[in-house]
């Protein structure tokens, strides 16, 4: 099967350089469409009862940026981008790559001890997703 769409799921974090790097080689390698997913918490942007601030809402712009940053500022201006809204990250990611041929994700490892008692959230997205899914290290030599 070609990947003619590779979808890239980030979490606007500031390792993810990697995982940018990866989808960009491979969808200039296959000539393939690159689409940039990112889900926004509910109550991103947003104080809530307890006074907490959940973070900024992640914008288009935002997305754009990280790849200009990440050194592809051709890619920035022509990439598509999804912005999402859902508290089940793994379900909202799922849905938005029915059409992608391959999804690229970051993985933070984990300790030993945090790896036996819960799934990271890209084992869940992995789960779900339809289209294979190639995982790519955010921090080869270091683990939560």
């Known amino acids: 099967m070609p990947y003619s769409t590779i979808a890239v799921a980030l979490a606007c974090k500031p390792d993810e350089k990697p995982v940018i790097d990866e989808a960009v080689r491979l969808s200039r390698a296959l000539g393939a469409r690159l689409v940039a997913i990112h889900v926004n918490d509910p109550l991103e942007g947003k104080i809530s009862m307890m006074m907490d601030y959940a973070g900024p809402k992640e914008t288009v712009e935002d997305i754009r940026q990280q790849f200009r940053e990440a050194g592809y500022p051709d890619v920035a201006e022509t990439l598509d981008v999804h912005i999402l809204t859902g508290k089940d990250f793994a379900e909202a990611i799922a849905e938005a790559t029915r059409d992608a041929d391959l999804l690229v994700l970051g993985h933070r490892k ?34 939560d």
């Open 110 to 143: 984990m300790s030993r001890l945090r790896a036996m008692i819960s799934d990271s959230t890209d084992e869940d997205i992995a789960n779900l997703v339809e289209c294979p899914v190639l995982i790519v290290t955010k921090n080869p030599t270091e683990a």
